[in-house]
């Protein structure tokens, strides 16, 4: 017979219970459901809402029973309708002062507190997992500040930049969605406990006071909000998919650059996969898979705003949904991250390739405009004019490099003997300097004040 049997002429169906049943899911927040109950007791006692005995009695049993779970010797039944019903169950098994402690409390702010920890939990969990990469990412920027590729737009060879400057870009994007994780368990911050089933309770509880023991910033204010409000879940969940989609990014480009196409990194044989049929493959599963799986979290974000959309206030059913969406999420986030930082550590770089790939595409056809309109001609003319040039060359197999300076001449006096050193490469890179540039020494200073920045995190 459940708990709440007794209003019950019958026993609920079997298909009932297995199909009502969270037990498979919620079992991941026993923790935080024993402490919540320790939380609760202790304010209950406190409050002369029950007796001291029976207190220290429950919170003693509570421990062992977290205890027993820990070393095996309690197995959690994979029939029970959810944790906070085995737990209880468990608990007034092993003591008679277990019957004592849902005293001025519901499942409903019960799962609540259990459901915010969790994803409080899980959110620091994956901005130290995000910080781990980022770090990854400025090690091999740090090493690559001189290593000149070419940086694209439309997947076309467009201007030099270096792979430094490359991640870096990465590095930016992560370090918003650690601001994004962090900004959401601020807001998430605020404890449902003593909310009861939706509008409190006549107890004299103090609500500060579990707020306090659990770690939050203080109690919800409204108790039809604070039993129904999901908001923390899908804050949490939208800061994984962005994470997920910089990943996705980045994976994107990590595939394509492992590719024969470009070859401008080697995973290393512990990151890599190879095929059951072609001896000579080596396949960058790690990113393919990683790109893969953002689908999977887009979707849970999905469902946890189409599960909330139609709720009339407060607690539904519906939402026992909310903990496999946002837990598989924050799973997938988590495995993604700490398979993708060793991968992008060991990752090799293969400068020469990037420099060669540079080399063609006249990337530097820009500087080459520039050259000219520091030398007085009108930008809109010197474009036209370089952009002749690129046709002679392209039609003659030549590049701006190899160009004669006859040739240059013939196009306009403007051109002199230092037109190759304006449109070298490293010219191209070194002289970009403005905040954000691709210039050795802007990304250096930026490698350095990212670091400072990490400090405070
Ligand atoms: N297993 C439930 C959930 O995850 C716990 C809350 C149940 N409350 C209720 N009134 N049925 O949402």
């Not at 008679?96 to 702010?109: C, F, I, M, V, W």
């Not at 689908?295 to 469902?303: A, E, F, I, P, S």
Request: proline fraction near 3%; hydrophobic fraction near 40%; charge should be negative.
């Amino acid at each position: 017979m459940a708990l709440w049997g007794a209003r019950f002429h019958t026993q609920s169906d079997r298909r009932l219970d297995e199909f009502n049943s969270s037990i498979a899911v919620d079992q991941n927040m026993v923790n935080e459901d024993i402490a919540g109950s320790i939380a609760h007791v202790t304010m209950l006692a406190h409050q002369n809402i029950i007796d001291q005995e029976s207190a220290d009695e429950i919170v003693k049993h509570l421990k062992q029973i977290k205890s027993d779970i820990e070393t095996g010797a309690l197995v959690i039944d994979p029939e029970a309708e959810d944790i906070h019903m085995f737990i209880e169950g468990e608990l007034t098994k092993r003591t008679p002062a277990g019957k004592k402690l849902h005293t001025a409390r519901s499942r409903n702010d019960q799962v609540a507190v259990d459901f915010k920890m969790y994803a409080i939990k899980s959110c620091r969990i994956v901005s130290a997992d995000v910080i781990d990469l980022i770090n990854a990412l400025l090690e091999q920027a740090e090493a690559n500040t001189e290593t000149i590729m070419p940086g694209y737009t439309h997947l076309q060879r467009a201007q030099p930049i270096t792979f430094a400057h490359h991640l870096m870009a990465y590095v930016e994007m992560f370090k918003r969605d650690l601001s994004r994780l962090a900004d959401a368990e601020k807001r998430a911050n605020q404890c449902p406990l003593g909310c009861g089933a939706l509008a409190t309770t006549t107890y004299p509880i103090d609500r500060e006071m579990t707020a306090e023991l659990l770690g939050f910033d203080g109690p919800t204010l409204n108790s039809l909000d604070g039993v129904s409000d999901r908001d923390f879940a899908i804050e949490m969940v939208s800061a994984f998919s962005q994470i997920m989609m910089h990943l996705s990014r980045l994976c994107e480009e990590i595939i394509l650059w492992c590719s024969w196409e470009f070859k401008y990194v080697e995973l290393s044989d512990a990151f890599a996969t190879g095929s059951s049929i072609m001896p000579q493959k080596k396949n960058p599963d790690v990113a393919e898979l990683v790109r893969g799986k953002t689908g999977r979290v887009y979707g849970n974000l999905q469902t946890l705003l189409t599960m909330m959309k139609g709720l009339p206030l407060a607690y539904n059913k519906d939402m026992q949904e909310d903990k496999e969406a946002f837990m598989d999420s924050a799973a997938t986030v988590h495995h993604c991250l700490i398979t993708m930082t060793p991968m992008i550590e060991t990752m090799r770089v293969l400068p020469e390739n990037m420099r060669k790939a540079a080399a063609k595409g006249f990337i530097n056809a820009t500087d080459c405009a520039d050259y000219l309109t520091k030398k007085g001609m009108a930008f809109r003319d010197a474009y036209t004019t370089v952009g002749q040039l690129v046709k002679y060359c392209m039609d003659h197999g030549l590049t701006l490099e190899t160009l004669s300076l006859t040739d240059y001449q013939k196009a306009s006096e403007l051109f002199d003997e230092d037109v190759y050193d304006a449109i070298a490469l490293e010219t191209c890179v070194s002289k970009r300097k403005a905040i954000g540039g691709p210039a050795p020494e802007t990304v250096k200073a930026h490698i350095e004040s990212v670091k400072k920045e990490l400090k405070n995190y």
